[in-house]
């Protein structure tokens, strides 16, 4: 984090917005369905596990989450829903990766390419930015009041690869499969769960500032909105101050 902001920051800032909208808790059920699929038991299952904590971080009622698992082996309502990635290009040749659960493809990659074109950018090809990312795992933690030194200790001893504290929260990344441990190991040493995620993380950013700046958090924040879109990942990389003037607006 030392010298610029990240796109995974300031979405998390904006996370807070949508938990008072309803908009986290009908993506987490998705997340929570799709996760169930391969095994409703979240001891054998570290995606539903993760996507179970998450839930709770955000105190979703223990009822909606049994009722999002019985949904993948019931169909409660025959829903079928898609997981899919989609990859553009954003304002200052930003590289954006998008993935959604949908029932209606047609409709969502309509919606998505709308999106993109009205906002500086376009819809790419399979694979036309993925190489920019790897796949990561990324817990944040409440930094208000925290410990950093025992945060980051506590974090490192169970598999962690690095420690970044954000502003109110502290970043942990990890290897995908080593996300489990982490967080188990930060919520046992009383730690405050923010999220906890597999995602797709930059090698490298694009510094942008003013206007094709603010464009390009215009377009990834109307992109996590969408109702189909799970997760928005972006090499976008700001000032600070900008980063916080943005993410205020």
Not at 38 to 54: E, K, Q, Y
Not at 131 to 147: N, P, S, Y
Not at 196 to 214: D, F, I, S, W
């Amino acid at each position: 984090m030392s010298g610029h902001s990240k796109w995974s920051s300031i979405k998390h800032k904006k996370a807070v917005k949508d938990q008072r909208r309803g908009k986290v808790f009908t993506k987490l059920i998705r997340e929570i369905t799709i996760a169930a699929r391969s095994g409703d038991d979240p001891d054998g299952n570290p995606r539903l596990r993760t996507a179970i904590a998450a839930a709770k971080a955000v105190s979703m009622p223990n009822d909606n989450i049994d009722r999002a698992i019985k949904k993948a082996s019931g169909g409660a309502d025959g829903q079928q829903l898609e997981e899919i990635d989609y990859e553009g290009y954003g304002p200052g040749g930003l590289a954006i990766m998008v993935r959604v659960l949908t029932d209606n493809r047609n409709r969502t990659v309509s919606d998505i390419r709308h999106l993109f074109a009205k906002h500086g950018g376009n819809l790419g090809e399979v694979h036309c930015v993925s190489w920019m990312f790897d796949k990561r795992g990324i817990v944040l933690i409440e930094g208000a009041g925290a410990d950093e030194d025992q945060a980051m200790e506590v974090a490192l001893e169970a598999g962690a690869d690095d420690f970044n504290a954000a502003g109110e929260v502290f970043e942990i990344i990890t290897a995908p499969e080593k996300l489990e441990p982490v967080r188990e190991a930060l919520e046992k040493a009383g730690f405050k769960l923010r999220s906890a995620e597999v995602t797709m993380m930059p090698k490298t950013t694009v510094h942008l500032t003013g206007e094709p700046a603010a464009t390009a958090v215009k377009l990834l924040e109307l992109l996590e909105d969408q109702d189909d879109v799970q997760n928005v990942s972006a090499n976008l990389g700001i000032d600070p101050e900008e980063a916080e003037r943005l993410s205020a607006a």
